[in-house]
């Protein structure tokens, strides 16, 4: 029987990363995966296969598609004829995923990580480690980590199959639709819908919330509504279905709006409501393994479960559903396992979604601020004021700080506009810093760069900014 000191359940983000630091630092590591591409092992989870990757090479086309419909004009470039080989457009989504998920398996063979193709299985314990059924093969683990991540949440009115879809169905339409229904609002029913929209389709968003993104600072969502309803997404909130039906062309459904009963017809629909741990085969029933009352696995702030030597990472223990949040925690807890002093800050975990514009954010926002009973300043300034901004042609958005009143210690950040997934991050590496507005204010950022708007956002909270 073949034994290790790490072995991971899991080869998404948490497991994978989990099992390269595991390495790194000395283990003899072992993953077992399940997931599988075109009838062939594929490391990487749903972010790598059929979430966040594959999603934003189809977002990044079907915005380049848009922008050279609309926008070019504006630049003096006149195109004609312009037409879509969604075909293609597949074939490239599905080569970058290869490019990432081979990866992953080389980084496995660098690191000498052994990869069983299958479910892995707790069997009983060991001493102090654990037998685990591998694909089929029993081994030993001293210590195992459960990171089997999530599945997209079923609507019971309308389970998936045929026209009825979850992100990864959403990835793989052959057509463009010319109605395309979205349940939910959230990140994947924005990126999504946005997808589909740019190509042609009629999208309709229904949302069980009273309003848009509700996570988010008030104010961005307040932007981010104005400007994707102004792009043709028609929104619904409050809504109540009662009954989805469907047939060989396309899917009805029925909800209730303020009280008024209204049936919409869709060629396909995307059913995008949240996700739920995936523990499904992992043997916790007959080990013991203790879920809450969502299913999510238990575990302390030192990521051990219930029983001994047995840890869980990622989406599986629940709170953000994040691949970032989940690779934190591999290194993290493979880190803790070496004896070291593994951390993962989750007041400063940044969120991003990567419409057009994009909208990123991360700490507190204003009304969690004012709910706890912070004296607070803000510091906001738009894209509109910016010279790489009006240069680019896309001036959409802002950038908003919240600061501490007394200390000036930066509590949150928000962003909506172009390109601001890349500017978060430097407000981010601040705040694990403990820094301040004036830390952000007085770090030179370079001109003309989208950043600088940052750094006006942040001399703003003391009222001087410079261009405004």
């Known amino acids: 029987m073949d034994s290790f000191d790490v072995l991971v359940i899991g080869g998404g983000p948490a497991g994978y990363v989990a099992a390269i630091r595991a390495a790194q630092l000395g283990f003899k590591t072992a993953c077992v995966d399940a997931f599988e591409r075109n009838g062939k092992a594929s490391l990487g989870g749903t972010c790598l296969n059929v979430g966040c990757i594959p999603s934003k090479a189809m977002l990044d086309s079907s915005e380049k598609f848009e922008v050279m419909q609309h926008d070019f004009a504006e630049h003096g470039i006149n195109v004609q004829g312009a037409s879509l080989d969604i075909a293609k457009m597949l074939g490239r989504k599905n080569g970058v995923v290869d490019k990432l998920t081979g990866g992953v398996a080389y980084l496995f063979k660098k ?25 089929g093969t029993e081994v030993r683990a001293a210590r195992v980590i459960v990171a089997t991540g999530s599945s997209p949440r079923a609507l019971p009115l309308a389970p998936f199959g045929g026209h009825i879809v979850e992100n990864s169905g959403a990835l793989e339409f052959t057509a463009v639709p010319e109605k395309l229904g979205v349940i939910g609002a959230g990140v994947i029913g924005l990126e999504l819908g946005s997808v589909w929209r740019r190509l042609g389709a009629d999208v309709t968003v229904l949302e069980a919330m009273p309003g848009f993104l509700m996570a988010a600072d008030d104010a961005i969502a307040k932007e981010g509504l104005k400007l994707f309803k102004k792009q043709g997404l028609d929104f619904h909130f409050g809504v109540n279905i009662t009954a989805v039906e469907q047939d060989d062309s396309g899917v009805s459904v029925t909800y209730t709006e303020q009280d008024q009963e209204v049936t919409a017809r869709f060629d396909k629909l995307i059913v995008s409501i949240g996700r739920v741990p995936h523990t499904q085969g992992l043997g916790a029933d007959a080990v013991g393994l203790a879920l809450d009352e969502r299913g999510f696995v238990k575990v302390d702030q030192h990521y051990r479960t219930n029983l001994q030597n047995v840890f869980a990472i990622g989406d599986v223990i629940g709170g953000a559903m994040l691949a970032h949040k989940a690779e934190e925690e591999g290194v993290a807890l493979a880190e803790m396992l070496a004896g070291q002093a593994g951390h993962v800050n989750y007041d400063v975990i940044p969120w991003v979604i990567y419409t057009s514009p994009e909208i990123a954010w991360a700490g507190l926002t204003e009304k969690q601020a004012k709910d706890r009973g912070l004296n607070i300043k803000t510091g906001q300034f738009p894209f509109s004021a910016n010279g790489r901004a009006l240069g680019h042609g896309d001036t959409r958005g802002f950038v908003k700080i919240i600061a501490d009143a007394q200390t000036d210690k930066l509590l949150g950040v928000h962003m909506i506009g172009g390109g601001v997934s890349e500017l978060i991050g430097e407000v981010v590496a601040i705040m694990e810093f403990g820094g301040s507005s004036e830390d952000l204010a007085r770090t030179v950022h370079a001109h003309p760069t989208l950043s600088e708007v940052v750094k006006e956002a942040a001399l703003a909270t003391e009222k001087r900014a410079l261009h405004m």
């Open 111 to 135: 690191n000498k990580i052994t990869s069983f193709f299958g479910l892995g299985k707790l069997v009983r314990a060991d001493g102090d480690g654990w037998i685990v059924d591998a694909a």
